[in-house]
């Protein structure tokens, strides 16, 4: 009797242990494809900051072009309001000249008036 009861337990527990043992293997299986699922996550993660890394350098580069060509343009500006404030001043010269012209015209006619007969 403690025979039978021995190999019946014995049993049992083979049953049991066969029944965890496969739980543990659906366990593993299911860790497995998480393992997988992750790595394969990070590889996209670090695909897009590779790219986002990439669209950063072409902002910094374009940024630097339009810096480049903000500082021509300044320049350009800088010596364009030179030009134009030297023209204003030979044109305050010129009038000036023009008007010491006339003075000396309108005195000119006024003395060969006087010479008139």
Same mark, same amino acid.
């Given at each position: 009797m403690y025979g039978r009861r021995c190999v019946q337990f014995c049993s049992d527990a083979t049953r049991f242990l066969a029944v965890e043992a496969e739980?543990?293997?659906? @366990? +593993?299986?299911?860790?497995?494809?998480? =393992? !997988?699922?992750?790595?394969?996550?990070?590889?996209g993660i670090a695909q897009s900051m590779e790219q986002i890394a990439s669209d950063v350098r072409t902002i910094r580069d374009r940024l630097e072009r339009q810096l480049t060509k903000a500082e021509q343009?300044?320049?350009?500006?800088?010596?364009?309001?030179? @030009? +134009?404030?030297?023209?204003?001043?030979? =044109? !305050?010269?010129?009038?000036?000249?023009?008007?010491?012209?006339?003075?000396?015209?309108?005195?000119?006619?006024?003395?060969?008036?006087?010479?008139?007969?």
């Open positions: 739980r543990v293997k659906d @366990i +593993a299986e299911q860790v497995n494809r998480s =393992a !997988d699922e992750q790595s394969t996550a990070a590889g343009i300044a320049n350009a500006s800088k010596t364009t309001l030179s @030009i +134009a404030q030297k023209n204003s001043s030979i =044109a !305050d010269d010129f009038n000036r000249e023009l008007e010491t012209l006339f003075a000396s015209a309108n005195a000119f006619e006024e003395a060969v008036a006087r010479f008139r007969v």
